[in-house]
């Protein structure tokens, strides 16, 4: 590739030139066939977006509000592990990336800087991605940290009670950095397993996988920070969230790193917001590459998205810069598919601007 990258899937391949192999498969990869994950993709391709014609559209705000905090578009961070894989300067840099475009940034449990370096760093708008341990203390822990360090809420990750196998990280027996927040609180021989994939042998030591819907009363007991869970694929669990008092959800599938043949989270993003009725916000993530799959998701009733993958990829190509680009170009483009479809504002996109195959046919 010549000249400057100008799209996300530029940045891709610039991320594959500069990274060794064991950390690019990780990043890129998904759960088994990698089904799920090439279908995050893919569904945004079925969706046609249905331009208006003739308004004014010389100014066109993207800004936002989630969880009533103003940020300049409805793109945010998503909460990506083990970021010093893909530059020195790891979270950090990602932070101060979201600080200069004004979103916000979700921190990973699993993160190469402690969460009171990445809060030190900047003033970027923060949330803390948790996962819930065997050792419940540690991750009561984990959320008194935050809660002391200005993070403004916790995204309860919900997908993970197993990791998901991930082959590619298999077979390169992918080696994990010193998880930063873990310090001290986790044995480190999980942290270097040089067996097979180090994350899962981690995961499967330390993760709590009886956490379930009566546990989140037991997190609401112990923070003041709001809640949202991120992982809910079916109208059904939207309701129940929705029973047990969580201030969000995030339509995710983790990328397509979890359970394979799972949805992707485009197609099934109206269903959860028609369960949610507008009493919380939904956002979504997943297979998030151009302004276009933007718009698309808030016409399907998204407050705003998250970007993954993205983020890492300009993370590794070009550090702090790299991501300040994505998040620039994710912008742009989102601007100019809204000045072309008429919409001055995130508000007037309307379910009335796609159409899917839930529609009439074509
Ligand atoms: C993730 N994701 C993730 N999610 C989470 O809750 N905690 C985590 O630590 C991680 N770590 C992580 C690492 C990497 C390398 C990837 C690619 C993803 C999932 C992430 O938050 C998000 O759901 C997906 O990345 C969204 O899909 P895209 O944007 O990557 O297609």
Known sequence: MTGEPVN???????????????????????????????????????IIIQPRILRNVRCIDLSTTVLGYNISMPVMIAPTSLQKLANPEGEIATARAASACNTIMVLSTSSTYSLEEVAACCDAIRFFQL??????????K?????????YKAIVLTVDSPRLGRREADVKNKLVVPPLKNLEGLLPTKFVSDEKGSGLAALASGTLDASFCWEDITWLKSITNLPILIKGVLTREDAIKALEVGVDGMIVSNHGGRQ????????????????????????????GIRRGTDIFKALALGAQAVLVGRAVVYGLAAKGEKGVNRVLEMLKEELELTMALSDCCSVKEISRSHVRTKHDQQL
């Open 142 to 150: 984990l959320v008194q940290r935050a809660e002391n360090n200005g």
């Open 131 to 140: 996962y819930v341990y065997k050792r419940r203390d540690i991750s009561a």
């Open 8 to 46: 996300v899937n530029e940045f891709r391949e610039l991320a594959r030139q500069a990274l060794p192999k064991m950390y690019y498969d990780f990043y890129t990869g998904g759960a088994e066939d990698q089904c799920t994950l090439k279908e995050n993709e893919e569904a945004f391709r079925r």
């Open 259 to 286: 359970l394979d043949y799972s949805p992707a989270t485009i197609s099934v993003l109206e269903e959860v917001v028609d369960a949610v009725g507008g009493k919380v916000p939904v956002l979504v993530d997943g």
